[in-house]
């Protein structure tokens, strides 16, 4: 089974994107956009605090009158995160986001993140992890190359 760390070792992007706590979602806002990413780690006094998302921003922010160059990140960011490890399995990583609805899980190896696995970064994973093994048995089924 493929593990987190594999997944990790192939992305040739693995930059973790931060702010400070107290900054404001509209400073958070700019970074995703930038980096085109979905979540930034938030961090206060060098330690990883919480988690700030899309996801946040639309359940916490403009819809409840809450304006993104007003508010603090740390008002609204999440800051129960599940972690995982990059021994992990992708499959393992599924499950975790379904049963704990999330789309980002930061790993972290000797107490540091060194990446984050989001929703599309996996789904991408395990489509390609179908598609190579759908590919062996065709070659399997053909007797065309297998195993090479």
Same mark, same amino acid.
């Given at each position: ?40 780690? #938030?961090?206060?006094?060098?330690? $990883?605090? *919480? ?8 359940? %916490? /922010? ?50 540091? #993140?060194?990446?984050?696995?989001? $929703?599309? *970064? ?8 179908? %598609? /190579? ?16």
């Amino acid at each position: 089974m493929t593990t987190v760390r594999k997944l990790l070792d192939d992305k040739l992007n693995t930059k973790i994107h931060t702010i400070l706590a107290g900054e404001t979602v509209l400073d958070a806002l700019k970074i995703m956009a930038e980096a085109e990413t979905g979540a930034v780690l #938030v961090t206060e006094d060098d330690k $990883i605090v *919480g988690i700030f998302t899309e996801r946040d921003y639309a359940r %916490q /922010g403009e819809v409840k009158g809450v304006y993104a160059k007003d508010t603090i990140v740390r008002d609204v960011m999440t800051n129960q995160m599940v972690m995982i490890k990059p021994e992990t399995t992708l499959q393992d990583c599924a499950e975790l986001m379904r049963q704990y609805r999330v789309r980002h899980l930061p790993v972290i190896e000797n107490e540091h #993140v060194i990446g984050i696995v989001s $929703i599309r *970064g996996l789904a991408e994973a395990l489509l390609q992890q179908k %598609q /190579g093994a759908i590919v062996e048995l065709e070659k399997y089924i053909l007797g065309t190359g297998y195993g090479e």
